[in-house]
């Protein structure tokens, strides 16, 4: 029986020529049978790619031996036992995470510039025992419906695009003396985001060091972490272990559930919690959010 695995990394470093890299990780994702999403810009990579393990080692071994990419961490996952991945996009875009702020980073070849510092997840505890830390979720409100780390702030932004508003609207003032540790799925949008805060004036600001994933391979649900981790692929949301808490709520009747699809109006964009119950009539609604089942 074949085993699926998928791989989560990113990468920042100068990049001359993206769509010479584009090509290259499409034509490399195709000849190996791999699906996913791969995004690529002036200031590096960001990628999830799934398929049959051996080919995922492939994939993994070839790009790293591309000089700028050496030292990238890639993160493994369980794959669907039917192999099921979303088909593969590579592209090219201005930024890696859409914060709609490519000018506010700076990158060099050891990753971003003015970022915060990275905290290993041992050295997250050690942190905490010492100080009175702050967690910053630096995802979308709705991921943190379904798991996130105890007494976090969950900013109110359903794109990374909304992050600058959102710094920018003085709600988050009284937090800039204050020890901050931002975190996300991979890494990758805490790299930005930290930087950001940084420049706003927040004095002590760190990030977890290859995200919550990294976390949860660490701690599993023993630790700061409650939840399932919502994903960007056809698993939706993962667990660390069979212990995991249940702290979303159906939107529609209140059940506990960390299922999370997309709005069933294909006009809308939203994401809800729903519990399996409710998921079977097939029909989901943001517009119908406040309508309890009676």
Known sequence: MAIYKVLLYYGFTPLADPDAIRLWQRDLCESLGLGGRILISKDGINGTVGGEINAVKKYLRKTKEYPAFKNIDFKWSEGRSDGEFPRLKVRVRDELVGFGAPDELSVNDQGVVGGGKHLKPEELHDLVAKKDVTFFDGRNKWEAE??????????????????????????????????????????????????????????????????????GEAFGDQGLWEGSLYIFDNRKAVTFSDDAAVIGSCYRCGEGSSRMENCSDLQCRSQLVVCDSCAESHVWCSAHASVQAR
């Open 146 to 215: 379904i798991g996130r780390f105890k007494g976090a702030v969950v900013p109110d932004v359903s794109t990374s695009h909304d992050f600058v508003k959102e710094l920018d609207s003085g709600k988050y003032d009284h937090l800039k003396d204050q020890p901050i540790v931002t975190y996300c799925t991979g890494g990758v949008r805490c790299e930005i985001l930290s930087s950001m805060m940084i420049k706003r004036g927040f004095k002590e600001v760190y990030q977890m060091d290859g995200g919550i994933v990294r976390y």
